[in-house]
């Protein structure tokens, strides 16, 4: 048995920035700097894991990098505590006029809102630091039930452009649905870059394909050269993992009310597909059919959400 991603997880030693390479000191060359968030989810250690190994490995080996990796942990109270979430979802409270009232004083008097303080600032440190020639993020998740990795990126040109040049399926749009996610934030600010779901939250899987995910970005965004690390290696553990490379568009969203009922049905998976008339779950006891042939997209496995599923269709 392998060890689970919430096992192999020390809490205790956890730091808002968890890594950066080069540091200010090092010698460093002018390129973009990237953000890699992870653990906005507290329940979601994986992405945690990988910076924690890439950065070990820069250490290491001291490579020249253009430009900068900086990885961050999100929700670091509900990582330490090993929950999803304390008061809210922090992956729904991110606006840039929430970062601003934060800025100019008022206190959240929930737990999430000093996190993403917290987060807005670092934010804007990078915005503001002269060697940042362009500003690239990844945030890095995980889903309750099992899925292939894939990406989610906000319907904007440049970060679907970022987001194809990866081995992985896309799937656009979901800020029309859930507003206030962090990659939402970002990309309100003017930065490029995607979400990335790597598969289940303890599947030590889930670690590889996000530090694959890491160097891969690093490499294609010319920041990394590709004979620093086995780069093959980790491009066709990407490329591999899916059975699809398709692109995606998020067409429907099952709210859950605080409170409800919910069951989804037993099997499904990320992008399984279903038909027209198909049993998807039950909420308060009725039926959900599915409206049309389609695919269903993160059903939700867990006690804690308030998304039941999505529905995808194909997209250009
Ligand atoms: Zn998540």
């Given at each position: 048995m392998e060890t689970k991603n919430s096992e192999?997880?020390?809490?205790?030693?956890?730091?808002?920035i968890i890594g950066e390479y080069p540091t200010d000191g090092m010698f460093s060359?002018?390129?973009?700097?990237?953000?890699?968030?992870?653990g906005i989810h507290g329940n979601e250690p994986s992405g945690?894991?990988?910076?924690?190994?890439?950065?070990?490995?820069l250490k290491t080996s001291k490579p020249f990098v253009k430009g900068r990796l900086i990885g961050v942990s999100g929700n670091m109270t509900a990582l330490k505590k090993g929950v999803r979430l304390i008061d809210k979802d922090l992956n729904r409270v991110c606006t840039p006029e929430f970062a601003d009232r934060l800025k100019s004083g008022e206190i959240a008097d929930f737990q999430e809102g000093s996190e993403f303080h917290d987060l807005a600032a670092i934010v804007?440190?990078?915005?503001?630091?002269?060697?940042?020639?362009?500003?690239?993020?990844?945030?890095?998740?995980?889903t309750s039930s099992r899925t292939p990795p894939y990406i989610s990126v906000n319907k904007k040109k440049e970060n679907f452009d970022f987001a194809?040049?990866?081995?992985?399926?896309v799937v656009k749009g979901i800020e029309k649905f859930i507003p206030g996610h962090f990659d939402h934030f970002l990309t309100l600010k003017g930065h490029t870059g995607f979400t990335m779901e790597a598969g289940q939250h303890d599947d030590p899987k889930s670690v590889d394909f996000h530090e694959a995910a890491i160097w891969v970005v690093m490499v294609d965004n010319g920041m990394l050269d590709k004979s620093v690390i086995d780069y093959a290696h980790y491009h066709n553990l990407l490329k591999e993992s899916s059975p699809t490379r398709d692109n995606f568009e998020v067409t429907y969203r099952l709210n859950l009310k605080d409170g409800c009922e919910f069951a989804m049905e037993e099997g499904f998976?990320?992008?399984s597909e279903i038909k027209k008339g198909q049993l998807l779950a039950k909420l308060d006891g009725e039926k959900i059919l599915a409206d049309s042939d389609a695919r269903v997209f993160l059903p939700l496995y867990q006690q804690q959400g308030s998304d039941g599923f999505f529905i995808v269709m194909p997209a250009d």
């Amino acid at each position: 048995m392998e060890t689970k991603n919430s096992e192999l997880f020390n809490a205790d030693g956890l730091t808002r920035i968890i890594g950066e390479y080069p540091t200010d000191g090092m010698f460093s060359r002018p390129g973009p700097f990237l953000l890699a968030s992870a653990g906005i989810h507290g329940n979601e250690p994986s992405g945690i894991l990988a910076l924690q190994r890439v950065f070990k490995k820069l250490k290491t080996s001291k490579p020249f990098v253009k430009g900068r990796l900086i990885g961050v942990s999100g929700n670091m109270t509900a990582l330490k505590k090993g929950v999803r979430l304390i008061d809210k979802d922090l992956n729904r409270v991110c606006t840039p006029e929430f970062a601003d009232r934060l800025k100019s004083g008022e206190i959240a008097d929930f737990q999430e809102g000093s996190e993403f303080h917290d987060l807005a600032a670092i934010v804007e440190a990078i915005e503001n630091n002269k060697k940042q020639e362009k500003f690239l993020f990844m945030d890095l998740h995980t889903t309750s039930s099992r899925t292939p990795p894939y990406i989610s990126v906000n319907k904007k040109k440049e970060n679907f452009d970022f987001a194809k040049k990866m081995p992985l399926p896309v799937v656009k749009g979901i800020e029309k649905f859930i507003p206030g996610h962090f990659d939402h934030f970002l990309t309100l600010k003017g930065h490029t870059g995607f979400t990335m779901e790597a598969g289940q939250h303890d599947d030590p899987k889930s670690v590889d394909f996000h530090e694959a995910a890491i160097w891969v970005v690093m490499v294609d965004n010319g920041m990394l050269d590709k004979s620093v690390i086995d780069y093959a290696h980790y491009h066709n553990l990407l490329k591999e993992s899916s059975p699809t490379r398709d692109n995606f568009e998020v067409t429907y969203r099952l709210n859950l009310k605080d409170g409800c009922e919910f069951a989804m049905e037993e099997g499904f998976e990320n992008f399984s597909e279903i038909k027209k008339g198909q049993l998807l779950a039950k909420l308060d006891g009725e039926k959900i059919l599915a409206d049309s042939d389609a695919r269903v997209f993160l059903p939700l496995y867990q006690q804690q959400g308030s998304d039941g599923f999505f529905i995808v269709m194909p997209a250009d």
